[in-house]
C-alpha cells in the first residue's frame, strides 16, 4: 500500500463541478459531460466540491484511505461542509480549553497579526476588550488598502467588487483552515477570540493568516469586473497558492501550540 503523503508537502487544491466523482477500479474517478479523469488524491492537498458536483459514497474509502480532506460547498457558497481525517490528539484538545481563559493569549494573537500596530493597553480585563482593539485596527487596514488600490472605500459591505472578492476569498480560507485543523487534531469548536460557533476556532485561524493569504488577493480581485471577481479568486487559489497557504496555516498552528507547550 502507498503511504500517505502529509498534507503540508502535497501539491494544488482540485477544485470539481458540474460532475460526478465515484470510485472506478480502485481509483477516485470523475465523470462530467466533457471530460472523464483520474482524480491523483493521494498527492492533492484537498478537494473542493460545489454545489453542481455529485460524490459516490464508495469513494470515501479511496479518500480516507490517502485522509485527503473535502469541502462540499452549499449553492450560495455561505457555509461550506468539511470532511477530513482527524487524530483528535487529546493534549491539543486540553491546550484548546486552557487558552479560552488566558486573556494574555488573545493579546499575543492580535499581536501576530497586526504587527507593530497595536499598542497594548495598560491592562486586559476583558474579551470584549481585546474584540475592540480588533474591530478598529481592522476597519484601519480595510480602509488603507482600497486607498492604496484607489477603490472607492464606503465600507466593508458597502464597497463595490470588494465585498465580493473578500467573502469569496474568505470562504475558501474557511474551507482549509478547518481542514488544517481536523487533520492536525485540533477542535474546530473551541475558539479563543470567537465563541460561540461550530467554528469558531477555524475564525481565529483564518485571522491569523488572511493578511498573508486572501486578504492581498482579495484586494486585487476586486479591481476585476463584478462577473469575474469569483474565477479570478478561484484560479489564484487553487492553481497558484494552495500548497503555499497550507504551510502558512500550519506554521500558524504549530506557533499556538508553542504558546501553551
Not at 480549553?97 to 486573556?103: A, G
Not at 469569483?230 to 498552528?253: A, M, T
Request: glycine fraction near 8%; charged fraction near 25%.
Amino acid at each position: 500500500m502507498k503511504k500517505t503523503i502529509a498534507l503540508r508537502h502535497r501539491g494544488p487544491l482540485v477544485f470539481l463541478s458540474e460532475g460526478r466523482l465515484s470510485k472506478h477500479k480502485g481509483r477516485a474517478w470523475f465523470d462530467s459531460e466533457e471530460d472523464a479523469f483520474s482524480c491523483p488524491v493521494r498527492n492533492i492537498s484537498g478537494l473542493i466540491l460545489d454545489s453542481t458536483c455529485t460524490l459516490d459514497g464508495s469513494v470515501m474509502s479511496i479518500l480516507d484511505r490517502f485522509q485527503t480532506p473535502v469541502v462540499w460547498t452549499t449553492k450560495n457558497h455561505k457555509h461550506p461542509t468539511v470532511w477530513g481525517p482527524s487524530k483528535q490528539e487529546g493534549n491539543l484538545l486540553r491546550l484548546q480549553v486552557q487558552m479560552q481563559d488566558e486573556l494574555e493569549v488573545g493579546w499575543k494573537m492580535l499581536q501576530r497579526r497586526f504587527a507593530s500596530g497595536l499598542e497594548k493597553p495598560g491592562e486586559i480585563h476583558s474579551w470584549n476588550q481585546l474584540r475592540g482593539i480588533e474591530g478598529r485596527a481592522m476597519r484601519s487596514i480595510y480602509q488603507g488598502m482600497a486607498s492604496n488600490l484607489s477603490l472607492d472605500w464606503k465600507g466593508r459591505w458597502d464597497t463595490p467588487g470588494l465585498s465580493q472578492a473578500l467573502t469569496e476569498a474568505n470562504k475558501l480560507m474557511y474551507g482549509m483552515c478547518e481542514i488544517a485543523i481536523r487533520v492536525a487534531g485540533w477542535s474546530p469548536a473551541l475558539g479563543i477570540l470567537h465563541r460561540g460557533n461550530p467554528r469558531s476556532f477555524v475564525f481565529d485561524l483564518v485571522d491569523l493568516v488572511k493578511f498573508k493569504t486572501s486578504f492581498v488577493m482579495a484586494y486585487t480581485s476586486a479591481l476585476r469586473s463584478p462577473s469575474k471577481i469569483r474565477y479570478d479568486v478561484i484560479h489564484k487559489v487553487y492553481q497558484k497558492n494552495s500548497g503555499e497557504w497550507y504551510r502558512l496555516i500550519f506554521d500558524e498552528l504549530a506557533w499556538l501550540a508553542s504558546l501553551k507547550m
